[in-house]
Structure formats: structure tokens, C-alpha cells
């Protein structure tokens, strides 16, 4: 089992909906969790991080989690076609220095 | 104020051949990161710095693979006797602090070709 797992995707929504990105992850005792926005070629963006249980909001973005279940997830509202970008989890492995990172969604924002 | 900048942006070198890739974090930032990445993955963690110490390095796949961080800034990436597979871009991220609790931020990378 992966350390983290997201969906590679793509994931295609129209312009203007709600993009759903998942994450799972093995370790119980991880405590901080994060997202990253990747455009081609380029390195990857900090959009939101997450520390306790719940949701919480920036913007357009929302990210969710649930420790019990061990998932997180990013919420996209009013998607634009510059969210199209691939969507990278990554979690801190408890006890270690090491960012596991997911192999990351690929999400598609069609005009 | 500034990111984190890498030097060079890309750099092709023949197998065999050694390479440095240099790193320098945001101002302030005592948690240095490398991480390297393939095509259609995660970045992948090498080995995190915390001040001028290397507090864990056991993501470097092997001991051709070295890096260090003499003030405590910038950090250089060596790698000895380079061969095709270690083609790929390779990511430097600082942080304030240090893991679990802040929030990473990366530089543009160095993509590494070796023919």
C-alpha cells in the first residue's frame, strides 16, 4: 500500500463547477497535511494546509479532513480553466522528516 | 521578498561526470529540503537540513549522492559518477521552522539530463 494515494485523474469538470480532489494516507500518526498545485513544467505551488479535523476555507479553495478515516481533500469551487493543473497531496510522515508526497490528480477545467 | 532560487535551471552532463546543483532558501528559513522528481510522480524526498546539519538523509538513493549546507543558507546537491537514471528535475523547498508544523515552499528546480 502507498505511503500516500491520490487518483492520477484526469479529472474533467466544466468551467465553473465544484473539482473534488482526494487523498488518503497509511500513517495514523501523521498530524499536518497539505496541498500543492503543479502546473507543467513548472515546480509546485503551497495552496492549503490543514492541521485539524473539519474543513477550512481559502477563497475558492476548501480543504477537508478526517484523521479517523485517514483522507483529505481539496474542494475547487467556481473551477476556471486555470485550475488546470495536477494537484499534489503531501503528508509528513510522523516521527521523520520525510513529506511523502502523492503521484498527484491531474485536473482538466473545460471552458 | 525573494523565493527560493536554483542554480542552474537545466543542466545536461555526459554519464560518469560529477554535478553540483545549488539551492538557495528564502531568508530566514532554517529547514532546507531536496527532493527529486519524475516524470507523472511526486516529488520524492532526498534529505532535509535543519540549520547546517543534515537531520535526515535517508532518502539519498544511494552514496554517489551527497549534499551539504556549511552556513547554514545555501545548500549544494552533489552527485558523483552520474548515470542516465538519475535524469530527472530536482526540487529545493525551505521552511521556516521544520517539519509537521510549516508549510514548505519550492524552488523553480534544476532539471538534470545525463546522456
Known amino acids: 500500500q502507498k505511503e500516500v494515494e491520490q487518483n492520477s485523474g484526469p479529472l474533467s469538470v466544466p468551467e465553473g463547477a465544484i473539482a473534488s480532489l482526494n487523498c488518503t494516507y497509511s500513517d495514523r500518526g501523521s498530524q499536518s497535511f497539505f496541498w500543492y498545485r503543479q502546473y507543467s513544467g513548472k515546480s509546485p505551488e503551497l495552496i492549503m494546509s490543514?492541521?485539524?479535523?473539519g474543513d477550512k476555507e481559502d477563497g475558492r479553495f476548501t480543504a477537508q479532513l478526517n484523521k479517523a478515516s485517514q483522507y483529505v481533500s481539496l474542494l475547487i469551487r467556481d473551477s476556471q480553466p486555470s485550475d488546470s493543473a495536477t494537484y499534489l497531496c503531501a503528508v509528513p510522515t510522523s516521527g521523520t522528516y520525510k513529506y511523502i508526497f502523492g503521484t498527484g490528480t491531474r485536473l482538466k477545467v473545460l471552458a | 521578498g525573494a523565493g527560493v532560487s536554483q542554480t542552474p535551471s537545466n543542466k545536461v552532463t555526459e554519464k560518469g561526470k560529477y554535478v553540483e546543483l545549488r539551492c538557495d532558501p528564502i531568508?530566514?528559513?532554517?529547514?532546507l529540503y531536496w527532493y527529486r522528481q519524475s516524470l507523472g510522480q511526486g516529488p520524492e524526498f532526498l534529505i532535509y537540513?535543519?540549520?547546517?546539519?543534515?537531520?535526515?538523509d535517508s532518502g539519498l538513493p544511494n552514496d554517489r549522492f551527497f549534499a551539504v549546507r556549511p552556513e547554514g543558507s545555501v545548500s549544494t546537491l552533489k552527485i558523483q559518477r552520474t548515470e542516465r537514471g538519475d535524469s530527472a528535475v530536482y526540487l529545493c523547498?525551505?521552511?521556516?521552522?521544520?517539519?509537521?508544523?510549516?508549510?514548505?515552499?519550492f524552488g523553480p528546480g534544476t532539471r538534470l539530463t545525463v546522456t
Open positions: 537540513f535543519q540549520g547546517t546539519g543534515a537531520a535526515d
Open positions: 531568508s530566514g528559513h532554517t529547514a
Open positions: 523547498a525551505s521552511s521556516l521552522l521544520g517539519p509537521s508544523q510549516s508549510e514548505q515552499y
Open positions: 490543514i492541521y485539524s479535523n
